[in-house]
């Protein structure tokens, strides 16, 4: 792994975070590939392609009021010459029933594939841990 391939990632990532919590959708779905496959806590269980992730952050931001916590608490990259993974704990804000705002804890999984000499999120998987 080079140090231009990981710092390149994880640019991609935090800049990612960054979009989220500022809801620029066009830089969420940035270097997000044609026919990604996303497993995501709230249903569907799987998201295949880049309209459907799309439609993932609509979910996400209408149960997520101003300000949007969307926070990278670890971030680790393996990548070789053109295939890589991420993986993170993160944290963002949950909506309570009774309308109060906690913390929910969850992972992050990335796997990338370098297309045309760019990094680009092939498969993106969140999950927070089983009770």
């Known amino acids: ?60 931001y209408s149960s997520n009021p101003d300000p949007v916590v969307f926070d990278l608490d670890e971030l680790d990259i393996v990548a070789g010459e053109e295939v890589a993974f991420a993986t993170a704990l993160m944290h963002c804000n949950n909506s309570d029933p009774d309308g109060s705002r906690s913390r929910l804890d969850f992972r992050l999984t990335v796997g990338l594939r370098k297309l045309d000499g760019v990094w680009t999120v092939v498969h993106e998987h969140h999950s927070i841990p089983a009770e």
């Open 1 to 60: 792994m080079s140090y231009t391939d990981e710092a390149a990632i994880r640019d991609l990532i935090t800049n990612w975070a960054a979009a989220v919590r500022a809801h620029d959708l066009p830089r969420v779905l940035a270097h997000h590939a044609p026919d990604l496959v996303m497993f995501d806590v709230p249903p569907p269980l799987v998201s295949r392609g880049i309209e459907a992730y799309r439609k993932t952050w609509d979910l996400f």
